[in-house]
């Protein structure tokens, strides 16, 4: 599984991780200090890797 923490202000960002096919599960309010807006919020994207794009299935057909 994958997690990303992505700020809400960041439309391309989020557009980006969407159709990555990650989810939106959570939101950190207030949880990025931005330069012009203050702060704003961040939300916390998921997907569920297979196993062919694990990190750690890769390391492990290496041994």
């Known amino acids: ?4 923490l992505v700020v809400a202000t960041n439309r ?11 989810t939106t599960v959570g ?3 207030h949880a ?4 012009k807006l ?10 569920q890797l297979e196993a062919s794009q694990s990190i750690l299935a890769d390391a ?3 041994t």
């Open 1 to 4: 599984m994958q997690y990303n």
């Open 60 to 62: 492990g057909q290496r």
């Open 32 to 35: 990025f200090q931005h330069a």
């Open 38 to 47: 203050g702060f704003v919020d961040a939300l916390i994207m998921y997907k």
């Open 12 to 22: 391309r960002a989020v557009r980006l991780w969407t159709k990555l096919g990650f």
């Open 27 to 29: 939101i950190l309010p």
